[in-house]
């Protein structure tokens, strides 16, 4: 059974910080490639970040470089999101996704399996 849970979104000011978490079962964790998108109000889903099996690769979209960083806690089996300098523009309501195939990890189709989204507001 594949399933994720997310969970830390908020409203914070800009420039503030938050850290989102993604509870996801021990199958999902250990056999996916993992990612974080998001979808801003009237707009569509967008790539945020991504992270390999072992977390020892990691892509950001443009937009997020230098102030998010992804990981993964085996551990914990979650994924997180750690983001800094936050601007009114990353306001959405933020998905984690698992990607089980070998596709483009920026493409919101090839993702199989999806939370069901945390919101982030950010006021300027």
């Known amino acids: 059974q594949e399933w994720m849970v997310e969970s830390g979104g908020g409203l914070v000011q800009a420039g503030g910080s938050l850290r989102l978490s993604c509870l996801a079962s021990?199958?999902?964790?250990?056999?996916?490639?993992m990612g974080w998108f998001r979808q801003p109000p009237g707009k569509e889903r967008e790539f945020v970040a991504h992270?390999?099996?072992?977390?020892?690769?990691?892509y950001y979209a443009d937009s997020v470089k230098g102030r998010f960083t992804i990981s993964r806690d085996k551990s914990k089996n979650t994924v997180y999101l750690q983001m800094n300098t936050l601007k009114p523009e990353d306001t959405a309501v933020y998905y984690c996704?698992?990607?089980?195939?070998?596709?483009?990890?920026?493409?919101?189709?090839?993702?199989?399996?999806w939370g069901q989204g945390t919101q982030v507001t950010v006021s300027s």
């Open positions: 992270i390999n099996w072992i977390g020892g690769v990691t």
């Open positions: 021990a199958h999902t964790f250990n056999s996916y490639r």
């Open positions: 996704a698992a990607l089980v195939g070998l596709g483009d990890y920026e493409t919101v189709s090839n993702y199989d399996y």
